[in-house]
């Protein structure tokens, strides 16, 4: 099966305007609350394991590595979502390490749900019409205009990395 990026998109879309989210930075907590999912902060051991999201009887949990940055939990908490609305037969799934983050298993973009996941996290965070809207039809030098990516992250309350990958997802991107 191959990724499944306009699925991921549409439904991070849907889930924005369920939750009747418009601006950024995206409240993660009324997103979960959407989709009734309760989230947990856990210094799990380790720098390996990001999150999890987990279903059982109607329930959704999500835990996050305590640990991590509070950009890095965002990212976190919106791929675990995306995990639990697009891949709905799974009972639980386990991130070692967030592939956004680039790990070597997840820079050979072999794993479909993990794609998807990125995908959808990247939409619900940073949504495309949003963040073309606020670059006004401009494109970013990654060499020159450092700043503006970190504005951009900082609004947006993601990292420079997800910011940098984003704008390049979306076209925005020059260098």
Do not use: C
Not at 26 to 51: Q, R
Not at 81 to 93: P, S
Request: aromatic share 6%; net charge negative; no cysteine.
């Amino acid at each position: 099966m191959a990724p499944r990026y306009n699925l991921a998109k549409r439904k991070a879309q849907q889930l924005l305007a369920q939750a009747n989210i418009t601006a950024v930075p995206v409240p993660l907590e009324t997103i979960a609350a959407a989709i009734d999912a309760k989230i947990y902060y856990e210094p799990y051991n380790g720098e390996h394991m990001s999150g999890m999201a987990y279903r059982e009887d109607g329930q959704h949990l999500i835990g996050v590595n305590s640990l991590h940055s509070k950009r890095r939990q965002r990212f976190t908490i919106a791929h675990e979502i995306g995990h639990l609305v697009l891949h709905t037969k799974d009972d639980i799934h386990v991130d070692e390490t967030l592939p956004m983050f680039r790990t070597e298993r997840s820079s050979l973009a072999i794993d479909d749900k993990e794609i998807e996941a990125n995908q959808f996290a990247a939409e619900l965070l940073m949504p495309a019409v949003w963040l073309l809207k606020d670059l006004r039809n401009r494109h970013i030098d990654i060499e020159e205009d450092d700043q503006v990516i970190k504005e951009l992250a900082d609004t947006y309350g993601v990292s420079t990395q997800a910011m940098t990958i984003r704008l390049a997802a979306v076209g925005a991107l020059n260098g």
